[in-house]
């Protein structure tokens, strides 16, 4: 996020994580693209947001903590480099979109050659290992799936959301970063995966990478963990992970 409002709120009782069907107040959770029927104006709103606001009035709910009765977003411009995060009140939503329900949006037409579409519905049609998952497009592909406003272009990444409650094996994070390179390289462009653990979003590449600690992105701020499956209340609780042996029904 390049710039960022004040947030409604600064009272540390009034503050909620924003987003989080397993513990937000509205249950958005980051990544849903939110259709708004107004956008709040703070004092230091960059110039471009009302005419993007106007082009696409969506926005992406982001990982930030929020008031009671706001959630978090993320505005996008028309260049790489706008993005704005700022808060509305839930009023202002009136509907959400996860990124796994945009797997049954069609690309506008002629649009579905661009590489990044190409390689999505390559990976829609697979039974590889993310057939095993709950999973969706994200970034500029979902975002131009949820709103029908063209924001992808031939060099975009395609971002990826996959929800991983339960453990993972090693050899299972390594499997599943194999498939999505390899589809990348047919497709020519970058898959980055993320994916949403009990402890925040952690990227599966840095996960594969086998290294003892990871960054995991969460309301509160990004933190490094060693097992990204253990929430924060049972990390400083002492509570231990469950044994490496459990898996998700890519392994079962």
Do not use: N
């Amino acid at each position: 996020m390049r710039m960022c409002a004040l947030p409604p709120l600064t009272s540390s009782a009034a503050m909620k994580a924003a987003g989080g069907r397993d513990g937000g107040e509205a249950g958005w959770r980051p990544h849903d693209v939110v259709r708004l029927s107004r956008l709040p104006k703070f004092d230091g709103e960059p110039v471009w947001v009302r005419d993007a606001f106007l082009y696409a009035p969506f926005a992406v709910v982001r990982r930030a903590q929020a008031a009671s009765g706001f959630v978090a977003i993320g505005i996008r411009g028309a260049k790489r480099a706008q993005r704005y995060g700022t808060w509305v009140e839930h009023e202002d939503v009136e509907f959400a979109l996860a990124p796994e329900a945009l797997l049954t949006h069609a690309p506008l037409p002629g649009r579905e050659q661009l590489p990044a579409f190409s390689a999505l519905a390559a990976l829609r049609r697979a039974p590889g290992c993310l057939a095993q998952f709950v999973w969706g497009p994200a970034g500029s592909v979902g975002f131009e799936l949820a709103t029908g406003r063209s924001t992808a272009t031939a060099t975009s990444d395609l971002d990826l959301l996959i929800r991983t409650p339960d453990k993972l094996h090693h050899t299972a994070v390594e499997r599943l970063l194999a498939e999505l390179l390899a589809h990348a390289q047919r497709a020519g462009i970058r898959v980055d995966a993320q994916l949403e653990t009990p402890a925040g979003g952690v990227a599966l590449a840095e996960l594969a990478a086998g290294k003892p600690h990871v960054m995991a992105r969460a309301a509160d701020g990004a933190s490094l963990v060693d097992d990204p499956w253990v929430k924060a209340a049972d990390r400083s609780s002492g509570a231990t992970a469950r044994p490496d042996t459990a898996v998700t029904g890519a392994e079962r």
